[in-house]
């Protein structure tokens, strides 16, 4: 069992490993966005039928026609919806933000390689692979899109089998900070879902959405 354990995996395998968990983890990033996207629908809902809502109430009490209910009991259901469409306006707003698509890779903000005098482009990163396209700004007006692909290839056989594994290394984590930030933000619209619609749930229950 030692020797199983100390065993190190060969670069096929490391290769192989670290594909698995992309498919995994790009996965997970489509559950990410799924989930938002229902939270996102249920918040949307919710602030249009509050907000028909505010108007009929309104309307009922400026109406020539009175209903028997005061003024006062109308206000306070003005109240009451107002305060479930301002919760769902910030579920709606945070989610906004959550759903933005995928356009950072792993080390952003890198340091310049000193001895290629330039930051090498991620394979597994779909901002960096379309630089390589012909109409992509700052490219040369004579090149074509066998020159292009040509380079794209090129770039790629020099950065060898161990530059594709240091990449998709460097993007499964670069996506998983992403998705991680993706749940947190559903965690903090949910609340304010479910608080928008049963005030005094948090006396029961307060998942904090920084937790």
Same mark, same amino acid.
């Given at each position: ?7 190190? &995996? ?14 995994? !983890?790009?996965? *997970? ?8 996207? /229902? ?7 919710? !602030? $249009?039928? $509050? ?23 109308? /206000? !306070? =259901?003005?109240?009451?919806? $107002?305060?479930? $469409? &301002? ?35 991620? *394979? ?28 794209? !290839?090129?770039?790629? *056989? ?12 460097? *993007? ?18 949910? =609340?304010? &879902? ?5 005030? =005094?749930? =948090? ?9």
């Amino acid at each position: 069992m030692d020797d199983l354990d100390d065993k190190k &995996l060969d670069d096929n395998d490391l290769h192989n490993n670290l594909q698995k968990a992309n498919d995994i !983890i790009y996965g *997970q990033l489509g559950y990410a966005d799924v989930k938002l996207s /229902f939270v996102l629908a249920a918040s949307t809902a919710l !602030i $249009a039928g $509050a907000t028909s809502g505010i108007v009929g109430c309104l309307v009922q009490v400026y109406s020539e026609s009175k209903s028997r209910l005061p003024d006062w009991a109308w /206000f !306070i =259901f003005v109240g009451v919806l $107002a305060y479930v $469409a &301002l919760l769902n306006m910030i579920s709606v707003f945070c989610v906004g933000l959550a759903l933005n698509p995928n356009t950072r890779t792993h080390g952003t903000k890198r340091k310049v390689d000193v001895k290629e005098g330039k930051v090498s482009r991620n *394979q597994y990163f779909y901002g960096d692979i379309a630089k390589y396209n012909i109409e992509a700004e700052g490219n040369d007006a004579n090149e074509t899109v066998a020159s292009k692909r040509g380079k794209y !290839i090129n770039e790629v *056989q020099q950065r060898g089998y161990r530059g594709s594994i240091e990449d998709m290394a460097g *993007q499964n984590i670069a996506v998983s900070s992403i998705i991680l930030n993706k749940y947190r933000v559903t965690k903090g619209a949910v =609340f304010c &879902l479910i608080q928008s619609v049963c005030p =005094f749930w =948090f006396l029961v229950k307060i998942p904090w959405p920084w937790k």
